[in-house]
Every structure is written in structure tokens, then in C-alpha cells.
């Protein structure tokens, strides 16, 4: 049982960039897609733990220990939109398709086990954390990087954020509070912030 910070991520309009496009053009635009997901998660020292077809789920702070995984997770999703920017820009250009990520990022308890007992292990989060970072990716428009309360509240004098309002979201009793993340502010030590 770990606090950690969980993020989803996926190609927005995948289905209808898939039907316009061949498959292998589709498969090349996300393997680049990929590769640039994989080098920001692998640059702030979280683990992608599965691969989406048109996203990922990535965890910070498991299985490496970290105590600032929830600002490691919104640099990385920063540092994904900015590094995709080319690709997106190469895809409207080329293919006259819009090519935007959207993310989910949520912060909390999670188990975290291996499934499997053979050479197919997996490593992987499960509780209401995971369940909640997936529901905030689908209601994150295209572009958008969507966090809970709880993880705008362990950062907010490092980022800046939008606050969107509340959500009544599938599986959860109460509304729930969701903030759109617009930039890190730069320069700020912990002292500054705590200050």
C-alpha cells in the first residue's frame, strides 16, 4: 500500500485518425507518440506500466520511491505536451488530422502487487486512486492535462492551475473537484511556496 501519483494518457480522436489513416501510418505516428511518452515518464523517474493501444498509464512513486511523485507526474505531463508539439504539428500538415494527447492525473493510496505468476508479471496499481485518474482523463478535452483536488492542492504553489468545477463522474457518490493544469511556474523553491 503506497501514495502515489497515477497518469493516464491517450491520443484524443484516435478512432477517427484510425479510419481516415492507413493502419501503418497510424502505427508510425504512435510509435513516435510513444517513444516521446516513454523518454519524459523515463526523465522524471516514473514507470509505464501499460500501454493503452492509444495511451499509457504511467505511476510516480512506484517502484521508485519518490516524495515529490506528484510534481514529477505533472512535469512529465507537461514535458509530454511540449515534446509532442512536433509530431502534432507534422500529423496536421501531412495528414490534415489533429494529433492532441489528453492526460489524467490523480494522487493517492494504491495496492501495488505484480499479476501473474509466469515470465508475463506485470506490475501494477489498483484501488479508487487508478479508477479516479482514468475518469479524469475522460473528461479532459483534447490537449488538456486534468487533476484531481488532491493533487492541485499538494502542488499549487508550484503550478499554476484552472479550476474546472465540480464533475459527477461513473462510480462515485459525490461530485468530484477537477483542475486543468496550465504551466509549472519556474524558480520557486519550497521555501518561497511555503512562505
Known amino acids: 500500500r503506497k501514495v502515489v501519483s497515477v497518469m493516464f ?13 492507413d493502419p501503418e501510418e497510424v502505427h508510425a505516428i504512435m510509435d513516435r507518440a510513444f517513444e516521446v511518452i516513454l523518454n519524459e515518464v523515463h526523465r522524471y523517474e516514473g514507470t509505464i506500466n501499460q500501454f493503452l493501444g492509444d495511451g499509457v498509464m504511467a505511476l510516480f ?70 479508477n479516479l485518474a482514468a475518469r479524469l482523463l475522460g473528461i479532459a478535452a483534447p490537449g488538456q492535462i486534468v487533476v484531481s483536488r488532491r493533487t492541485q492542492h499538494l502542488r499549487s504553489g508550484f503550478f499554476v492551475f484552472e479550476d474546472l468545477g465540480e464533475f459527477q463522474l461513473k462510480g462515485k457518490a459525490d461530485a468530484v473537484r477537477a483542475y486543468a493544469l496550465i504551466r509549472e511556474i519556474s524558480g520557486r523553491t519550497r521555501l518561497e511556496v511555503s512562505r
Open 9 to 21: 494518457a491517450d491520443v484524443s480522436g484516435f478512432t477517427a485518425m484510425s479510419e481516415r489513416l
Open 61 to 130: 512513486g512506484a517502484p521508485v520511491a519518490h516524495e515529490d511523485h506528484a510534481h514529477r507526474a505533472l512535469s512529465a505531463a507537461l514535458s509530454i505536451q511540449a515534446a509532442l508539439k512536433p509530431l502534432a504539428e507534422e500529423v496536421h500538415r501531412v495528414h490534415a488530422v489533429e494529433f492532441r494527447m489528453r492526460m489524467g492525473i490523480n494522487t493517492g493510496f494504491v495496492v501495488i502487487g505484480a499479476i501473474g505468476k509466469d515470465l508475463r508479471m506485470d506490475y501494477t496499481a489498483v484501488g479508487d486512486t487508478t
